[in-house]
């Protein structure tokens, strides 16, 4: 990997990165409290008493939360701790209904682990290893709406003990590019293992950001951290707006602040929040209401053996198995969806070839990553609906055989994403099929070079490139439905 | 007949099982006497149509031939920090005052279950905070019991639980519900002549009690006997999955169960607790209790539990930290007290409602409670009390290897004055200095009346016994209360 530096007026400056990501938990209840988790519901109607912090309630740990939280760092090779210990956090806020967040800070459910990062697509193996010093469970806090009165602020609170996992990072980034690459890895581990859905824009995943500067081979020098950023370019503008702040702090005299920060999307800038003199003391201790998380081991092989095919396992399989290249095993493996929706099309088409899954999985790799994607894209009354698994593998297949020719493959598809009707019944009645019968191919090469004996001395007079114009004659003549490799190889021979 | 208010919860069950009376004669006769109680203040609010309510549901049931519970017919008393459906739930405090809990405490609704009936809300120190009712914010209980120096001075009734302990003793109710996080239960029944026991931690859930020290409170009877304490506790127990900390059990029948036979059980009686100073009528009544047990065929040792002297300011560290953090709730956001100044904002908010809704007592340990977790000291006084606490519960471990239950004084005091110890809030907190250590380890202990002292007010003894076995704390109090036949009650001089 290339070096990232910053030019100082007093020469070069290295950036230390570390992330605290905050994931969802993907779970039907709180992580202390039976109430619903769904976005977007009707403030304050996913509340229970819980949650809302009544006289004598009380927090029952949920086991599919610490099931979820267990099996994220099983993923990212971390030490699962079979003891582990929740504690309050104290502070007083309105969007904190207890006073207080349920945490971990002592004992976490998950120790060190650590994530293999590339930064270059084409070469998926070239990477770096982050680590990740421990991943804890923790509540969510409400919501406060400052937007509904002139005077008071209103508090909804759905969210209020919505269970969270903080993934904390060590120290190990050097750049803006690495900590993207970072955050895209771990939002597709927890895709793939299912424990958050890794939507930035619901809040559902968002990271704090500590950004430090030194002299390459320095000390580290003091961070900053920066709150609840919430997509990856935004945590890519806040690493270079930060680390080129505090260059120029440092180099004009000064001294950065231990602080926390702002980002601002609209400006791409950072603000402080708060000074390190402003500092809460949370006066952590373990919560007497709950008792010392303990897990069995066969809670554990339960956890373990639940666990997906993780995507580099199926890189490397994709890579070694179906034969695909490194780019495209890479691009196929990076999402959940995308891996899904490739398996799929690629059983489907096997099947409907009769072949095995590897003679045909550069065909459908090539189909998901660049042709589908690119029709879909120019076709603007595409109903989602309609582009099944079904579909594309009659497309493929009908490609594969000959039947149709890449042009028509996507007119096909085009035509499926609007009607939802049969490939196969398409390229019948559309006429949307090549023809490879030799004899009809014969009389109609037979008849383009009649037509053009002019051109056919010409070539054989050593004008090579007339070979196209020939093509182009005889594709004309059958309408493009010709297959173009037999139309080849007729004028090629009938040529001389 | 007997006057129906003279009667122990195992006496009105027989009687309205019988046909000897109906539940709803009981109900309407203790109905009364809270009602011609308002001097003692042991009520903060009453429910006599609850009551009422209750046992006309158990006389219907004894007309079907159903069964009636376990309390079937008895009319009690909830202390108020018991949160009660459709009824004011305030921990005795300005910030929960009009606060009525659309849901029920596991503790309550089992007894309700099980036959009982509501007579009213009882007060309490607030938030459970106190040790002579006198922090409550709807006033001070004021017991029953009057010394017999004629000078009719006004007496503790004990705390937190001083409603329950002054209502049981006066007749307001043959029982009563308390909760113990130091010596809540044992103190107010010692010093009113009754009888209360604190079970194991987790015996009881503690779903719906507003909290004070989560790590250590826990609920339990107070009743006039030792038998109405194992009914009761039989009917407040059992694990609740909604308390992470609940026991999960089996609730033994305690009840059944009982035997005074002390044959082959060894009684420890532990040498720190014999303190300097000490009022030469607690000893008395303590060698009253060890003759007793002897009596009753046990034999007596001696034993030693070092670290008792550290065991109450390691309480006074662990019980505010956790009530620090348990009472940042309220907050007036949500319910209870908001003090919203003029142009207030969040902070002035938190300021102005917290600064009335707490009472003095709250405050200051709220503030103890913030010290000693803050940071850089957090070490110092919370780990370091974590760690006597270990200690304590040690010196327990140790010595039930030489006994089975621990024979102790309930209180170093019988019931001083209303306001005596105000101004003092050490003096005040020394109470608790028998009670507090059974707290810290979580084990059952009781408190039984051992008679009247020359003043003529009534004093208790302390059975300690192993995690899980009230059982032997029940038989122990049992042994105790038939030998010491304690039938001394309070003059009726409010009525």
Known sequence: MSE?????????????????????????????????????????????????????????????????????????????????????????????????????????????GYLDVSLDDKDPENTKRIGVERIHVEQDAGKLMHDQHPTMSYVDLNRSGVALMEIVSKPDMRSPAEAGAYVRKLRSILRYVGSCDGNMEEGSMRADVNVSVRKPGDEFGTRTETKNVNSVRFVMQVIEYEANRQVDVIENGGTVDQETRLFDPDTGTTRTMRSKEDAHDYRYFPDPDLLPLELDDAFLADCRESLPELPDAKRHRYENELGLTAYNAGQLTADVDVYQRYEA?????????????????????????????????????????????????????????????????????????????????????????????????????????????????????GKDKLFGFFVGQTMKAMKGQGNPAVVNEILKAKLG | MTELTELTVAAIRKGVAGGDFTAVEVAEAFNANV?????????????????????????????????????????????????????????????????????????????WDAGAGMLGKLNLDQFAMGSSNETSYFGNVISPWRRKDGGNADLAPGGSSGGSSSAVSARLCPAATGTDTGGS????????????????????????????????????????????????????????????TSLDMPVPEWEAGLNPDMKGKKVGIPREYRMDGMDPEILKSWDDGIAWLKDAGAEVVDISLPHTKYALPAYYIIAPAEASSNLARYDG???????????????????????????????????????????????????????VRALIARDFEQAWSQCDVILAPTCPSAAFALGDKTSDPLSMYLNDVFAVPASLAGLPAMSVPAGLNSEGLPLGLQIIGKAFDEQGVLNAGLAIEQRAGFTAKPEAWWK
């Open chain 2, 333 to 387: 956001v949500r319910y209870g007290l908001r003090d919203l100044p003029e142009g207030a904002g969040l902070q002035d908010m938190y300021a102005a409602t917290r600064a009335d809704g707490f009472g003095p007592e709250v405050k200051r340990r709220i503030m103890i409670g913030t010290y000693v977790l803050s940071a850089g000291f957090y070490d110092a006084y919370y780990n370091q009390a974590q760690k």
């Open chain 1, 4 to 112: 990232y530096r910053i030019q100082g007026a007093t020469g070069e400056w290295e950036v230390v990165i570390g992330l605290e990501v905050h994931a969802q938990v993907t779970s039907k209840a709180k992580l202390f409290s039976g109430a619903a988790t769904a976005f977007g519901a009707e403030p304050n109607t996913q509340v229970s008493l819980v949650d809302a912090a009544m006289p004598g309630m009380l927090p029952v740990p949920n086991r599919e939360c610490i099931r979820q939280a267990v099996r994220t760092g099983m993923a990212i090779d971390a030490q699962i701790n079979k003891w582990s210990r929740f504690d309050r956090k104290n502070y007083f806020y309105a969007d904190l209904p207890q006073g207080y967040q349920i945490s971990q800070l002592y004992h976490p459910l998950v120790g060190e």
């Open chain 1, 345 to 461: 099309i690629l059983a489907a088409t096997a099947a409907k070839v009769g072949k095995s899954e590897s003679d045909v999985a550069t065909q459908v790799a090539n189909w998901v990553l660049s042709v589908a994607p690119g029709v879909k894209n120019a076709t603007e009354d595409a109903d989602e609906a309609n582009d099944t698994t079904a579909a594309n593998a009659g497309i493929i297949a009908l490609s594969a055989a000959g039947t149709v020719s890449g042009g028509q493959a996507k007119e096909i598809y085009e035509i499926v994403l609007k009607t939802g009707r049969e490939p196969e019944e398409i390229a019948e009645t559309e006429g949307l099929k090549q023809n490879s019968d030799t004899g009809a191919i014969e009389a109609v090469v037979d008849e383009v070079l009649a037509n053009n004996a002019d051109k056919v001395e010409e070539y054989r007079g």
């Open chain 2, 35 to 111: 009602a011609a109680a308002s001097e003692l203040n042991a009520f903060i609010v009453a429910t006599p149509e609850k009551a009422v309510e209750a046992a006309q549901a158990v006389d219907a049931k004894r007309a079907k031939g159903e069964d009636l519970g376990k309390m079937g017919g008895v009319p009690i008393g909830m202390k108020d920090l018991f949160a009660t459906n459709g009824v004011q739930t305030t921990a005795a405090s300005h910030m929960l005052e009009g606060f009525v809990p659309q849901y029920e405490s596991t503790v309550s609704q089992k007894l």
């Open chain 2, 185 to 244: 239960i044992r103190q107010p029944a010692a010093f009113t002549g009754i009888t209360g026991i604190k079970p194991t931690y987790g015996r009881c859930s503690r779903w719906g009690v507003v909290a004070f020290a989560s790590s250590l409170d826990q609920a339990g009877p107070m009743a006039r006997d030792v038998t109405d304490c194992a009914i009761m506790l039989e009917a407040m127990a059992g694990f609740d999955p909604k308390d992470s």
